[in-house]
């Protein structure tokens, strides 16, 4: 099956204890994204990825970093989490920035 | 800069009915546009694309009409069910190769 799988799920950690999100997709898509979905702010990008170790600023890059080794993983990494990271995110992939984007189910995490 | 944005952050429609939701955009450059459905607890879903150089692209009971000249975009949802209730997102894919989402509008489909 086609598919966008994140992990965790749920996350609930604290102040400055570095994390990752993974984020892997099987349909060999080129183009990947973070989303950080928040009340009455819509979907915001985070980052972005063209391809294998290519990678770029969205929206709201503070706080965060990415990595692209292999075409089908593009882990999330937040260094040192702060209570505003707090949000339900998500990741998404495509075959290119020009196509329809495939999402996986989120993750919501909190920081205390 | 460059925004997308929905009308109306709620529409509420009885079963039956047509839908419409509306979306601006302020970059004329933007060559590719996308509506996304997302339901409760999950992530956004893909329901119809359109690309600039057209005004009008149907699909399965969605409609979505692009008028370049005011900047706007809109989806219609012809005999609304109550599985039509989420939030719909536009989304738009340019030359920024960035994409970005409006704030969404949630539809509920009233019985």
């Known amino acids: 099956e086609a598919q966008v799988t994140q992990n965790p799920r749920y996350l609930i950690t604290v102040t400055g204890k570095k994390l990752t999100v993974t984020c892997s997709q099987n349909?060999?898509?080129?183009?990947m994204s973070w989303y950080r979905q928040d009340p009455g702010l819509g979907l915001r990008q985070i980052y972005y990825?063209?391809?294998?170790?290519?990678?770029d600023k969205g929206d709201v890059p503070e706080g965060y970093k990415v990595s692209r080794k292999e075409k089908r993983n593009f882990p999330l990494i937040l260094e040192s989490p702060s209570p505003n990271q707090t949000s339900l995110y998500f990741c998404?992939?495509?075959?290119?920035?020009?196509?329809?984007?495939?999402f996986g189910p989120g993750t919501r995490l909190t920081v205390l | 800069g460059e925004s997308v944005g929905l009308h109306l952050p709620t529409l509420s429609v009885q079963e039956g009915d047509n839908s419409i939701i509306n979306c601006a955009y302020s970059?004329?450059?933007?060559?590719?546009f996308i509506w996304y459905k997302q339901e409760s607890g999950k992530g956004p879903q893909f329901i119809i694309d359109?690309?600039?150089?057209?005004d009008k692209r149907q699909g399965q009971r969605v409609t979505v009409l692009l008028n370049k000249t005011v900047k706007h975009l809109s989806l219609q949802i012809a005999a609304t069910q109550p599985g039509d209730s989420a939030v719909y997102f536009c989304?738009?894919?340019?030359?920024?190769?960035?994409?970005?989402f409006g704030s969404g509008t949630q539809l509920t489909v009233l019985p």
């Open positions: 970059n004329s450059a933007s060559d590719y």
């Open positions: 989304s738009r894919s340019g030359s920024a190769r960035q994409l970005t």
């Open positions: 359109i690309r600039s150089n057209m």
């Open positions: 990825s063209m391809n294998v170790e290519v990678t």
């Open positions: 349909m060999n898509h080129e183009y």
């Open positions: 998404a992939s495509s075959l290119s920035d020009r196509n329809e984007q495939f």
